[in-house]
């Protein structure tokens, strides 16, 4: 069992709170996500077992969000935005620069387990592009040296 009894416990809460269980598979993913870090096929059968939805539902809705990292990510999932405004104010050039600085590529994660890059679409925070998501947190009008003061602050974070 991946699930920890809080997290099924938290899951069951959910379900009081709609008639039709389906309602209840993003914030079951939500709640797992929060717990394991990532999805996974077990833990899709394990929110299966648990609200009575087929398991392929359960994939499906998760597959669809890019929210949800689907293996094992760092500390610090770095989604940049790199729809049309991110992408026309610098996003490619945001991503190249958080490669460098973390020295790792696209998709990867650094040997310290702290960050992990990727891409994603539009986050609708278009107007205050180029943007970023850490974990749930937005990160906007960025500048590289925007970007070194919250890798430094997130690195300081961590230690303590
Ligand atoms: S295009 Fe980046 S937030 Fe919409």
Do not use: W
């Not at 009894?5 to 598979?25: C, F, G, W």
């Not at 387990?113 to 749930?136: D, K, R």
């Amino acid at each position: 069992m991946i699930l920890s009894e809080q997290s099924v416990a938290m899951i069951n809460e959910a379900l009081t709170r709609y008639p039709d269980h389906k309602s209840a598979v993003l914030p079951a993913l939500t709640i797992a996500y929060q717990q394991v870090g990532h999805l996974s096929d077990d833990i899709y059968r394990e929110i299966s077992e648990t609200i009575g939805v087929p398991t392929v539902e359960i994939a499906e809705a998760a597959t669809f969000y890019t929210m949800f990292p689907k293996h094992p990510v760092g500390k610090y999932l770095i989604q940049v935005c790199h729809n049309i405004s991110c992408a026309l104010l610098g996003a490619d050039s945001l991503v190249s620069y958080l490669e460098e600085k973390l020295g790792v590529s696209k998709g990867e994660t650094t040997a310290d387990h702290l960050f992990t890059i990727v891409t994603v679409e539009c986050l609708g925070s278009c107007a205050t592009a180029p943007m970023m998501q850490i974990n749930q947190d937005y990160y906007e009008n960025l500048t590289k040296e925007k970007v070194d003061k919250i890798l430094e602050q997130l690195r300081a974070e961590a230690v303590t």
